[in-house]
């Protein structure tokens, strides 16, 4: 929680200088890392499930402005359309969640999660190959959405396997294993910030 506020006053910090797309993902990192810091003395107090917490707030408004960012960044008009088609696929996947669960709001699904990180991660794709084949590549070390990028391939990807075995794993090494990529990929971000405020200096 505290390397959470860390990067939140970090990326407050550099709000005026960057362009306004990056505040789409610094009000959902805000939001995600809110969520997990009520959720945390929520439970501690009232001891009652936080499902609904996550799924409307971490599944649907994080995810959606996660998506929305990289929509913004996108500026190829073909990658835009499909960026487009992954936001309709993700509002899609919200509906049939509701059709065929009428308590799907109740229950975190991890199913559900990991439709919305598969196209999150066809989403930073787009990013990276229209990064890549640009002049932004000369200036990465600058570019914060880059590191963005990277620190959400280096949590979620590292996270799916870990989701899909936590029956099979000591509860005590999931937190573990979950701690350590939450830690590297908001390093990562506050790499990216630093440098990027760094360069707003200049």
């Known amino acids: 929680m505290l390397i959470s506020v860390f990067v939140m006053i970090l990326l407050y910090c550099i709000k005026r200088q960057s362009k306004k797309e990056n505040f789409l993902f610094i009000i959902g990192y805000s939001t995600l890392s809110i969520i997990d810091i009520f959720c945390f003395f929520y439970f501690k107090l009232t001891k009652l499930p936080t499902d ?10 994080v995810f959606f402005l996660y998506l929305f960012y990289y929509f913004k960044l996108l500026y190829l008009k073909p990658l835009r359309k499909i960026q487009f088609t992954i936001i309709l696929l993700f509002v899609l996947n919200i509906l049939i969640q ?6 799907a709001f109740l229950n975190f699904s991890f199913n559900w999660l990991y439709i919305n990180i598969l196209l999150l991660l066809f989403s930073i794709i787009l990013f990276l190959y229209q990064t890549f084949n640009s002049n932004k590549i000369l200036h990465i070390k600058h570019y ?51 440098w990027h405020k760094h360069n707003c200096w200049k």
């Open 52 to 61: 609904i917490f996550y799924t409307v707030g971490f599944l649907t408004i």
């Open 144 to 194: 914060l959405p880059f590191w963005i990028s990277v620190s959400l391939l280096i949590f979620f990807i590292g996270s799916i396997p870990i989701f899909y075995f936590r029956h099979t794993i000591s509860e005590q090494l999931y937190f573990i294993i979950l701690l350590s990529l939450n830690i590297v990929s908001n390093l990562i971000i506050a790499r990216g910030v630093l």
């Open 98 to 103: 509701i059709i065929i669960n009428q308590n």
